[in-house]
T-cell receptor, first 113, second 111 residues
């Protein structure tokens, strides 16, 4: 079945540091890929998405590129802020009829001033 | 924007109680989902529905049931709450491009 593997956390960075959170996936067909963010006490929010190979999703300074050859969708940001502290989930949507989304286990990011 | 509303942010229930978690969306989306979120386990799919009165089991349906009598409302029912059902419960609706819109979550504690 479909699966998503993302790097273990927590990740602790100083403000303005470069962020990478690794994500790889296993899926049949051509899934859509997502990053979601969860702030403390909240539900998940869609951060960015990519629906086909070589697409780059971007939002709020975050970027991720759909790499079919390496089955990866790594999240990057050039300069993190304290307000980026949250849990980040990589996810994929398979090609099944009900478009079930499979999530990774989440990576907690803490940005310190 | 699609809005997904979960009726309670925090709930405390006793073991053996029947518990209802409500989720309402304000758009005409067919697909709705219930997940639970636990530390170290990520999100696990409990049940989903792709139409009124339709329901499908997810990965961990044991101890739960669902109801979807109207398109906008999807209820999760804990038939007899147990302490191992203490968790964060997240409802989601499916938007275009196959992504989800989530509610704010209900943190349920069973004592």
């Amino acid at each position: 079945g479909d699966s998503v593997t993302q790097m273990e956390g927590p990740v602790t960075l100083s403000e303005e540091a470069f962020l990478t959170i690794n994500c790889t996936y296993t899926a049949t067909g051509y899934p859509s890929l997502f990053w979601y963010v969860q702030y403390p006490g909240e539900g998940l929010q869609l951060l960015l998405k990519a629906t086909k190979a070589d697409d780059k999703g971007s939002n709020k300074g975050f970027e991720a590129t759909y790499r079919k050859e390496t089955t990866s969708f790594h999240l990057e940001k050039g300069s993190v802020q304290v307000s980026d502290s949250a849990v980040y989930f990589c996810a994929l949507s398979g090609s099944g009829g009900y478009q079930k989304v499979t999530f990774g286990t989440g990576t907690k990011l803490q940005v310190i001033p | 924007d699609v809005k997904v509303t979960q009726s309670s942010r925090y709930l405390v229930k006793r073991t053996g109680e029947k518990v209802f978690l409500e989720c309402v969306q304000d758009m005409d989306h067919e697909n709705m989902f219930w997940y639970r979120q636990d530390p170290g386990l990520g999100l696990r799919l409990i049940y989903f529905s792709y139409d009124v009165k339709m329901k499908e089991k997810g990965d961990i349906p044991e101890g739960y049931s669902v109801s979807r009598e109207k398109k906008e409302r999807f209820s999760l029912i804990l038939e007899s709450a147990s302490t191992n059902q203490t968790s964060m419960y997240l409802c989601a609706t499916q938007t275009g491009g196959y992504g989800y819109t989530f509610g704010s979550g209900t943190r349920l504690t069973v004592v």
